[in-house]
């Protein structure tokens, strides 16, 4: 029963992470997302990485608490590795102060939590997007595995 629990603990977990890189790549913030690659999987310094992507450290070490309080450090990491190339290739839906679902004017720093009330339905299909993208290329990868 146990493993059970913990399987079902595993996936919530891996689900809110996605889902919140999703969000980030949904606001147009590539930015964060390349300085918490660097900060989190690099191990660069937060200064370093923030100060490389031009974001503002206290976001940066924000961006991160939020994701390590949603799983352990180690899935977030490897979460963030494998999700990478697929969260650079997400079309925002935020750009230039407007929303392209609902058409509304958006100042900058009010387009996640617009995306997070109005678009959460936006949020959970691209998190699933990613899910399958990330065991799709894993799989890719044992095939290799298994033909060399």
């Known amino acids: ?12 977990e891996r ?9 980030k790549a949904l606001a147009n913030r590539k ?10 999987v ?3 310094s937060p200064s370093e990485a923030s100060k490389k992507y031009n974001v503002q450290k206290a976001q940066l070490k924000s961006a991160a608490y939020q994701l390590v309080s949603k799983a352990r450090p180690p899935l977030v990491v490897k979460l963030l590795k494998l999700a990478m190339p697929f969260l650079l290739e997400i079309e925002p839906i935020v750009e230039e102060g407007y929303c ?14 617009h995306i997070a009330v109005k ?18 290329s894993l799989k890719a990868k044992k095939l290799v595995r298994a033909t060399n």
């Open 1 to 12: 029963m146990q493993t059970a629990d913990n399987r079902k603990r595993l996936v919530e």
């Open 15 to 23: 689900r809110a992470v996605l889902e919140y890189l999703a969000l």
């Open 31 to 40: 930015d964060v997302l390349q300085a918490l690659y660097d900060y989190l």
């Open 42 to 44: 690099n191990n660069e």
């Open 100 to 113: 392209k679902i609902c058409h509304t004017p958006i100042h900058t720093n009010h387009a996640e939590p």
């Open 119 to 136: 678009h959460q339905d936006i949020i959970k299909k691209t998190a699933l997007e990613l899910e399958e993208k990330i065991k799709a």
